[in-house]
């Protein structure tokens, strides 16, 4: 059965228990958000132009203020109702807009759903890829550590090039003197799947963890790992027995001087990806899509969608050019995918790196890259 739009909508906000002020309702007050649109898709750190209708049929309206999940983005008290959200990492957002009038009456929107940069469904983590900020991502230093966070532009990690450098000067009287962390929501009877991209200079063990961030600061789930190489670490399978909205996603990556890098952070919430909804059986136009999981080892997949029967041609290539396979075929009209399980076209395992994947079909032709850590 085809999952409409609507239900993805009450899923999301279901599982991210969005959070806002609460409201009066006002029979003479209405409000709509006008930008974006509901399942926008915008590039990572762009500027996000935000506006919302206000009426009122009593009275004046003082502000309207937006909202992205629980956290305040500012707004305007004059129309039109206004405000651009600059440098948005990647993510999934839900979006509201609350008027409020003159004796202190609010009214909320409906919420509108958006996409940020190269986001997989149903990855609760926000600036995973660490490419325009830190945000929201905060480095805690206890127990007389002493560390400092910095993006790196150029690190290579990933396909998107930037990723985290964690410097420990000190490490302080315990273990778990550095943490980098980000809040989280905790769904009963979800399962979480966490994966990431790292290095260290040397080896270098850490916990990751999902933590109260409240006295006791228990955890609800963690694993220990060894840091070596450069490479996908996870997935690890956390099910959830609780929910909890005061929880801590964090690294606790002290203990030795090492230097961490971090990049590719992913969250995957499984019941969110069993109710995404499918793709168009048949697209308004040609379209290929971002493979996934990406990166992977070694098995990935890459959709692609024709709207009339056509000659498909499906290449990977390395960043030097050559080809490392091809397929070809003629499809009919519809959704397709092609998997790749990391071979050459000699049927010998590849090496770790960026590689293009190109979809050529009729007069259309489009390119993008993933990534194959080992």
Known sequence: ????RLNVLMFILFTL??????????????????????FDHFDHCSAIHLAATATITEGDIKRVDFYQN?????????????????????????????????????????????YVGNVQEGNMITNGEFNCSLSPWRLDNYEGAVSTISLVPDAGMTDDVSAAMVQISNIGNQTWGVQLMQPFKLKQGHTYEISFVAQADAPKDIQVTFSQDYDPWASYWFQDITIDELRLYGPYTYTCEVDDDKIMFKFVIGGNLTTFYLDAVQVIDKQWTAVAEPRPEVADSYQLFQNYPNPFNPVTHIQYALNHTDNVKLTICNLLGEEIISWQDVRPAGLHEYTWNGLNRNGQPVGSGVYLYTLQAGNFKMSRKMLFLK
């Open 70 to 114: 629980d956290k305040a983005l500012g707004g305007d008290t004059r129309a039109p109702f206004e405000k651009e959200w600059t440098n948005v990492a990647t993510g999934i957002y839900v979006l509201t807009a609350k008027v409020t009038d003159t004796v202190g009456n609010t009214l909320l929107s409906n919420p509108v759903v958006i």
């Open 1 to 4: 059965m085809k999952i409409s």
């Open 17 to 38: 228990q969005v959070s806002i002020p609460e409201y009066v309702s006002a029979d003479n007050m209405s409000i709509v958000i006008t930008s974006p649109a509901r």
